[in-house]
């Protein structure tokens, strides 16, 4: 159980916590938790609840989502790295991996479960089909918590959980995502409902900072280079507020990692505009033809078109503080990244893990990396595949179909 404040970046002001997602004061700024413990002192979890001294939360729940950090020798090997080690949260029972949904988003869902029910009983409404979805679906049906999860009627059939037990109530809107989004955003405005917050709550950020907790504590030092696929950024901005809060333990060095980031070609937001020395993504940033772009690339995860790139304490303030580096892999890249990996780990990454690889390749190719720095390479999901057949997945049904103009009255029906 963790003792925190809860702090506004742009201007160090403590903010009261009630599961606050942006700044009362209205500052385009993120919100950062302050823990009192300098020192972490994993606790006897074998799950994420390991580093709940790090975590926004008061209450524990059972699973077995955590992430684990190991060496891949023959990756190792096959790069041409001596210090290389490998994050990986998804479904990958020999690595002793069970986030059954299949990616670092069950480090988000169960913190943000935890804070969520330390300060009310609000169900959390998400608007996706992908690995958010699909993790809040699956933590909330695990630890007995509700979800309303909105999504285009064309994804109705992509949200699978373990043991469906009815807690994920699954919505279908007429229309493409716009329209679901639109229909979330109106549930979450309703009294018992609250948003997830994206990157804006410390819970999602400071669970997906466990991969670099884990990865200190395995190599036993803060690593040289953070290597990840971002379509949010969240992962960065959680790697870098983990190692500062590593660097002030003061056990585990006293330098920050670079952040290498990657992004799949041809939609390249954040990688555009870093490259070009902006704080903020311009239109131009998002490609003459985005909707075209983003349908082309093989890692959708990765494909946000409204990042937290120049908000306080986002994307483009860890770049600078960890002098970071954009990079990109077009799809054969990744497939070819994918299908090494394959040759040596027993299961299929998610795409943007694979395009996390690809650019880990071709940094060690272009000479951009040492062969002895020491690398986390943080394999944000996989094993989704396996999870299906091994595990028997259920699908959830939608409990509704509905039109974006539903009305109020038909909505609180439904809900
Ligand atoms: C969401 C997601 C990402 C991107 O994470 P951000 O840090 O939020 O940009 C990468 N990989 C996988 C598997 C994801 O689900």
């Known amino acids: 159980m963790s003792g925190y404040d809860l702090i506004c970046v742009e201007n160090g002001e403590k903010v009261e916590e009630r599961y606050t997602l942006s700044c009362p004061n209205g500052h385009n700024s993120l919100l950062r938790a302050e823990y009192h413990s300098k020192q972490l002192n994993p606790q006897d979890y074998d799950n994420i609840f390991k580093y709940s001294d790090w975590l926004p939360v008061k209450t524990v729940f059972e699973s077995k989502a955590k992430p684990v950090c190991f060496r891949s020798e023959k990756l190792s090997k096959e790069l041409g790295l001596s210090d290389l080690w490998v994050g990986f949260t998804g479904y990958y029972p020999e690595r002793n991996a069970h986030a059954v949904s299949g990616s670092f988003k069950e480090l988000e869902a169960l913190p943000t479960y935890s804070r969520l029910h330390d300060y009310s009983d609000d169900t959390i409404v998400i608007a996706s089909a992908g690995n958010t979805a699909r993790a809040f679906a699956e933590i909330g049906n695990q630890i007995g918590k509700n979800c309303v999860i909105v999504v285009p009627e064309k994804a109705e059939d992509r949200i699978t959980v373990s043991n469906d037990r009815g807690f994920a109530k699954l919505l279908s809107v007429k229309g ?225 179909r509905l039109c974006t103009d539903v009305s109020d009255e038909d909505l609180a029906e439904v809900l």
């Open 176 to 400: 493409d995502y716009a329209d679901a989004i639109a229909v979330a955003d109106r549930i979450a405005a309703k009294d018992g409902y609250v948003p997830e917050g994206g990157a804006k709550n410390i819970a999602r950020r400071d669970g997906m900072g466990t991969v670099m907790l884990e990865g200190a504590l395995t190599i036993g030092h803060i690593p040289d280079r953070y290597f990840q696929g971002v379509g949010s950024g969240t992962g960065g901005i959680s790697a870098w507020e983990a190692a500062v809060r590593l660097m002030d333990d003061g056990r585990f060095g006293d330098r920050l990692p670079v952040l290498e980031l990657s992004q799949n070609e041809p939609f390249l937001p954040m990688a555009k505009a870093w490259n070009a020395g902006r704080r903020n993504i311009v239109p131009e940033d998002l490609g003459e033809d985005p909707a075209t772009d983003v349908a082309a690339v093989y890692a959708d995860v990765l494909t946000n078109r409204k990042p937290p790139y120049g908000i306080a304490g986002g994307v483009y303030d860890a770049m600078v503080a960890c002098n970071g580096r954009f990079h990109t892999a077009s799809n054969t890249e990744a497939k070819d990244a994918e299908k090494l990996w394959m040759s040596i780990e027993n299961v299929r990454p998610d795409p943007a893990a694979s395009v996390a690889l690809a650019t880990l390749i071709k940094a060690v190719d272009e000479g951009k990396v040492g062969k002895d720095d020491c690398i986390l390479l943080n394999m944000t999901g996989g094993g989704r595949e396996r999870a299906k057949e091994e595990l028997s997945l259920q699908t959830v049904k939608p409990v509704a």
